[in-house]
C-alpha cells in the first residue's frame, strides 16, 4: 500500500511540474497592429503560432493558443489564458513597424529574469539562422508580459515597414523558419525547466 501511495505521489508530481507552452498570436479581429504595403501583422503572427503549435506539439510538449482564427482577444484576456496554467511558458509572437523604412531585426522582450533566459534562448537560435540585424532581448512593460504571472516573452520577427523584410515576412519559406527557430528555443528552455 505504501509503495502504491509514494508511486501516485511521485506521478502526480511529476505531472504537476510539466509545463505548458501559451502561444499567442498577437492582435487580431478589429486591431490589425502594424499595417504596412497590403500585410497586416495579425495575419502574420497567427501563422507563425500556428507552425510553432505544430512544432512543439511534434516534440510531445503541452501548449495552447490565445487565439486561432482572426479574432480579438484583450490583452488581460491573453495574460488570463497564461494564468490558468501554472509555470506556463507564455510567447507573443509579434511582426514590428517604424516609420523609419530602413529599420530590419528581428528582438525578443521580456520582463522577469526567467523570462530573459527564454528570450535569450529563442532569439539566439533566430539570430543563427536568419540573415537580418540581431536588435538583442531587452527588458519590456509591456502590458501582456506585467499581466502574465509565469514566464512571459514577446518576440519580434522581423520589420514590415521596411519594403525588403515585408516581402520575406510574407512568404511561407521564412514563416517556417521563423517556427522552427521559435518553438527550439522554447523546447530548450522548457526542457530545462519542467
Known sequence: MISFLLASFLLLGSASAVKTVVIDPG???????????GVAEKDLNLDVAKRVE????KRHIPVVMTR???KYVSLTSRA??????????FVSIHFNAVTNKKI???????LSYR?????????????QRIRTNDRGTK?????VLKKTRGVAVLV????ISNGWERKRCSASWYKAILAQEIASGIAAHWAYYK
Do not use: M, P
Open 27 to 37: 492582435h487580431g479581429g478589429r486591431d490589425n497592429g502594424a499595417k504596412w504595403g
Open 54 to 57: 505544430v512544432l512543439l506539439k
Open 68 to 70: 486561432r482564427t482572426d
Open 80 to 89: 488570463g489564458h497564461a494564468n490558468r496554467y501554472k509555470d506556463s511558458l
Open 104 to 110: 530590419t531585426g528581428i528582438e525578443t522582450f521580456y
Open 115 to 127: 523570462g530573459s533566459k527564454l528570450a535569450n534562448s529563442i532569439q539566439r537560435r533566430l539570430a
Open 139 to 143: 527588458k519590456h512593460h509591456y502590458a
Open 156 to 159: 519580434e520577427c522581423g520589420f
